[in-house]
């Protein structure tokens, strides 16, 4: 991923039972994520963002806008793009 100038990443996995995996390299913000529950503010992996192939962070509305401004302010992460593969 650095060889692409990629410095952080995250990987959402969704099972067939519809369960989630999340891998990232942001760690700093991995554990409030799950501790104060901030996944219940992040739409990355809603239906109706899936539904394509890719989409743009700004065009979408794929964090709330207090998750978005949280990661912006205290981890300086600003979610771009995201691509969505399937299975089959």
């Not at 959402?12 to 999340?22: E, P, Q, S, T, V």
């Not at 409030?32 to 743009?56: A, G, S, V």
């Amino acid at each position: 991923m650095a060889n692409l100038g990629i410095k952080n990443f995250a990987m959402y996995i969704i099972f067939n039972d519809n369960n989630i995996l999340i891998l990232s390299n942001v760690f700093t913000l991995i554990k409030p994520y799950y501790q104060e529950l901030l996944y219940q503010e992040d739409y990355t992996y809603t239906p109706e963002l899936i539904q394509h192939d890719y989409y743009f962070c700004n065009e979408q509305q794929s964090l709330s806008k207090r998750l978005k401004n949280r990661c912006a302010e205290k981890y300086n992460y600003y979610p771009i793009y995201n691509i969505v593969r399937r299975r089959g």
